[in-house]
T-cell receptor, first 113, second 114 residues
């Protein structure tokens, strides 16, 4: 079953604009991670935010986490054509020895030059 | 050059045939994973291995088998029992299972049925 669900499914913006993607999940988590996938390639880890953190930054990326609303957002500032990719959130949750990372269906971001 | 190598990049399977996808890592990671990705979908966990000589079923293990005889290798066999094998298969590793800081992915194998 899908733990994280991204919104929107697709997003098209102009170069230089900011892109915001959201992720909602259903159960308590240990951490939430964002990954990027270029077409036909593997995923690349972008950023991890733990359940006791509210915001993290990495370069042009800003991630927020609201555990009360069970949601996270990924903001990419000053987007570039090279940012065109699918972005996935993944939640790390479970108990005992049964923790696992569960991925959402992703947001397809297109940045137009 | 550290990382995860998947081969082949493209693979074709005939009806009734078993095929094996290779995954090798030189990151000295204990944990390894196999995911399946269908078009427009997220990743679904097939099998994972926390340590050498141990592996566990994921969410969609039926029709698949794995082995973990060496730390650096985690091959996936798609058996003839898997009736809908056409998908993009991704192998990943992490430093260990307990901390699960982040996954490192290979570049994937696209499997198609002839």
């Amino acid at each position: 079953s899908q733990q994280g669900e991204e919104d929107p499914q697709a997003l098209s913006i102009q170069e230089g604009e900011n892109a915001t993607m959201n992720c909602s999940y259903k159960t308590s988590i240990n951490n939430l991670q964002w990954y990027r996938q270029n077409s036909g390639r593997g995923l690349v880890h972008l950023i991890l935010i733990r359940s006791n953190e509210r915001e993290k930054h990495s370069g042009r990326l800003r991630v927020t986490l609201d555990t009360s609303k069970k949601s996270s957002s990924l903001l990419i500032t000053a987007s570039r054509a090279a940012d065109t990719a699918s972005y996935f959130c993944a939640t790390y949750a479970g108990g005992g020895s049964n923790y696992k990372l569960t991925f959402g269906k992703g947001t397809l971001l297109t940045v137009n030059p | 050059d550290g990382g995860i190598t998947q081969s082949p990049k493209y693979l074709f399977r005939k009806e009734g045939q078993n095929v094996t996808l290779s995954c090798e890592q030189n990151l000295n990671h204990d944990a390894m994973y196999w995911y399946r990705q269908d078009p427009g979908q997220g990743l679904r966990l097939i099998y994972y291995s926390q340590i050498v000589n141990d592996f566990q079923k994921g969410d969609i293990a039926e029709g698949y088998s794995v082995s973990r005889e060496k730390k650096e290798s985690f091959p996936l066999t798609v058996t003839s029992a898997q009736k809908n094998p056409t998908a993009f298969y991704l192998c990943a590793s992490s430093r260990d299972w307990a901390t699960n800081e982040k996954l490192f992915f290979g570049s994937g194998t696209q499997l198609s049925v002839l």
